[in-house]
């Protein structure tokens, strides 16, 4: 998605945003995306500072009704006005393979690091390639594939390809099909990729911590016959997670989630994947979603919603056709994971289609 933000013409985010909603207004359906970035709470004075230091504020109690709509009203806004907000790093960056004698090589490092997931919020994290999700890995249906990996962490661990159909020592799980990766010590895993679809990689050792703590990654896998693959202009992946960092969407909360952007009249794909631990109803507002795949596997006939429940480890590929302009938010439906009285936060972002010629 870097590369759409980077072709948007719009020089600031404010320009992004108000370029939206002219849109909106243009085609006389203006939709502001209501923010969800928890705004700083107002901090009472230090036990310690002496009473003529300031003039007490008024108390909520004292504030009018009008007032504390005014108040709360400030605290949304300042989330939607920060949206998309700059941090420091990207996750889900597409990784390029090595070629060795025809075989694909991915070199994935876990490590500890800091992780900036909304302006001025940062936190531990275990990363591959020092980034929340991993990197996206990429191949065709039929390639070979070499994945070495090293590990830095204080803790054993392990990669499980999940959706994978792989040969059963390459799946990832310790004292079943492998011994861990100790602390400071690798291992290779080599297969031929088997199956087509959506899938992913995560740790599968201590797994409900280090899945929360961000060692996961997108394992997308092309089919070796494409004539059945729908013609798409703008593909997308949305990892979804709920653990040690919370409410995240690509390893990032709002305002720092990245807008989707398309030109009226394209055709997005969304690979929408859970790597969490709660179920999460994405819910997209002003255009519908055609489910075309669940878990890596067409479905037998498509079928159309506008909020689609992502359960654990599930992941389902849908189709949108961008046919109306604005600014749109897109969120999880269980809404204290997506607002609260101090507005947006966690797992909201938007879909911004553009005029075709912008």
Known sequence: MSDLLSSNPAS????????????????????????????????????????????????????SPREKADAMDAMHEKGVKA?????????????????RGGVKVYDLTCSEVDWELEPGRSVKAWAYNGQVPGPQIRVREGDRVRVNVKNELP??????????????????????????????????????????????????????????????GAFIVEPKDARNEPKVDVDYVMILNDAMHGYTLNGKSFPATEPIVAKLGQTLRIRFMNEGMMIH????????????????????????????????????????????????????HILPHAESEHGMLGMVTALVVQPAGA
């Open 12 to 63: 600031s985010r404010r320009e992004f945003l108000t370029r939206g909603a002219a849109v909106a207004v243009t085609a006389g359906a203006a939709t502001l995306l209501a923010g969800c970035a928890e705004a700083d709470a107002v901090k009472a004075a230090p036990p310690h500072a002496p009473a003529a230091a300031a003039k007490p504020a008024a108390t909520a109690s004292a504030l």
């Open 281 to 332: 109803p994405m819910h997209l507002h002003g255009m519908h979603m055609t489910v075309i795949a669940k878990d890596g596997w067409d479905q037998p006939a498509p079928w159309k919603c506008d909020t689609l429940n992502i359960a654990p480890g599930e992941r389902w590929d849908v189709l949108i056709k961008a046919t109306n302009p604005g600014t749109w938010a897109f969120h999880c």
């Open 83 to 99: 949206f998309p907000a700059k941090t420091k790093g990207k996750g889900n960056v597409l990784l390029e393979p090595r070629m």
């Open 155 to 216: 803790q054993s661990t392990a990669v499980h390809f999940h959706g994978l159909e792989t040969p059963n020592d390459q799946d990832g799980v310790p004292f079943i099909t492998q011994p861990p990766i100790k602390p400071g010590e690798s291992f290779t895993y080599e297969f031929v990729v088997p199956n087509a679809g959506s899938h992913m990689y995560h740790s599968h050792h201590n797994a409900a911590f280090q899945c929360g703590m961000g060692l996961l």
